[in-house]
């Protein structure tokens, strides 16, 4: 019987250090495309931050001037007074090459910005947002056309 009981104890510690060891970037991946971080202990709803790039992937030609529009709900609540409204555009291959424009509010939880592609190709936008001390940061890739 004594056995059985340190058999069992040296299985529960096992378990238990192999649980604790599971932590981020070990047991869990991470979507770059959706990635959503809780920065803080919030008090509102338990409901998530939602991000929609509302603008076609095939608006834009080049040269010609267009808008990236964004909706930011909570629930089914727009979001009026996020934190930060930020979009990260590069050309593809070119993510070192990035530039951040910041999103002007455009009211019942809709956000832009106003852009022109000088050149036709895959670009990829990256709306960061934060908001209730979540950050989401959807994408969406932009085939820009020949004017």
Known sequence: MKKITIIFFIIAMIVSLTACGQGEG??????????????????GSAEPLRVDILTSANAFKAN???????????GNKPVSHPEEVIFEI??????????KYK??????????????????????????VTANGTHTMPEKVFHVKPS
């Open 103 to 128: 999103g002007m509010n455009k009211g019942n939880g809709l956000y832009g910005i106003n852009m022109t592609f000088s050149k036709p190709g895959n670009y990829h936008v990256i709306a960061h």
């Open 64 to 74: 010609q001037k267009g808008e990236i529009k964004i909706r930011v709900t909570k």
């Open 26 to 43: 070990q047991g869990a991946k991470a979507d770059h495309h959706a990635m959503s971080h809780n920065t803080k202990q919030t008090s």
């Open 90 to 99: 590069y050309k593809a291959h070119q993510q070192d090459a990035s530039k």
